[in-house]
């Protein structure tokens, strides 16, 4: 499975963003996705996640209400629509999928992973 994650860019405060990620090499429509940042000198974490049917979604609790994770199963790509965006989510984002349908919110869960795509909010 090969992910390639875009959309990341420059916004002020209060800004919106929406990255995408498009999976290609074999399905992963069945597989728990997700999206993850890190932040510079500063470990990757969890941002959210969603399950192949889409109908269950998982956040951060820094990202709740402002973060919106969807998936276009026959596309095959996995969308993060960031609202009301802080300076403090400047990151590189990285998105990723499991080997599996299980929801989990750890790093070595995931097995799949994309490129990463920077985002910066500053004034």
């Known amino acids: 499975v090969q992910l390639q994650a875009s959309g990341g860019g420059s916004v002020q405060p209060g800004g919106t963003l929406r990255l995408s990620c498009a999976a290609s090499?074999?399905?992963?429509?069945?597989?728990?996705m997700g999206w993850f940042r890190q932040a510079p000198g500063k470990e990757r974490e969890f941002v959210a996640a969603?399950?192949?049917?889409?109908?269950?979604?998982r956040y951060a609790d820094s990202v709740k209400g402002r973060f919106t994770v969807s998936r276009d199963n026959f596309k095959n790509t996995l969308y993060l629509q960031m609202n009301r965006l802080k300076p403090e989510d400047t990151a590189v984002y990285f998105c990723?999928?499991?080997?599996?349908?299980?929801?989990?919110?750890?790093?070595?869960?995931?097995?799949?992973w994309g490129q990463g795509t920077q985002v910066t909010v500053s004034s």
């Open positions: 990723a999928a499991r080997d599996s349908g299980v929801y989990d919110t750890t790093v070595p869960a995931y097995k799949y």
């Open positions: 090499g074999r399905t992963v429509s069945t597989n728990v």
């Open positions: 969603i399950a192949w049917g889409g109908g269950g979604t």
